[in-house]
């Protein structure tokens, strides 16, 4: 079984940066890609950006094209999301996901088996 746990949210003004962690534990070896998700209360869980562990190849939402920014430390099975240029409308609860070899899109919740528990991001306007 594979662990996530996110840490680096917080509070930020519109323009601000954050950068959220994601380490993973356990079967790491049987990480494929990687994927940063966020949802608020009541609406769908969006995909923002994924990474393949294994070729480094990554994939963005066009809400965040440009603007964030997701990379690995696989010696430390840490994955990041650097969020620069931040808005109100990115204000959510920010999932990190692994798949371990789940056929679908890049950017699809039923693409990963494994998920964190969350860690809260606010940007104030």
């Known amino acids: 079984q594979v662990q996530l746990v996110e840490s680096g949210g917080g509070s930020v003004q519109t323009g601000g940066s954050l950068r959220l962690s994601c380490v993973a534990s356990?079967?790491?070896?049987?990480?494929?890609?990687m994927a940063w998700f966020r949802q608020a209360p009541g609406k769908e869980r969006e995909g923002v950006a994924q990474?393949?562990?294994?070729?480094?190849?990554?994939y963005y939402s066009d809400s965040v094209k440009g603007r964030f920014t997701i990379s690995q430390d696989n010696p430390k099975n840490t994955v990041y999301l650097q969020m620069n240029s931040l808005k109100p409308e990115d204000t959510d609860m920010y999932y990190c996901?692994?798949?371990?070899?789940?056929?679908?899109?890049?950017?699809?919740?039923?693409?990963?088996?494994?998920w964190g528990q969350g860690t809260q991001v606010t940007v104030s306007s």
């Open positions: 996901a692994a798949n371990t070899g789940q056929l679908g899109l890049a950017l699809h919740p039923g693409t990963y088996g494994r």
């Open positions: 356990g079967y790491t070896d049987s990480i494929y890609y």
């Open positions: 990474i393949n562990t294994r070729g480094g190849q990554t």
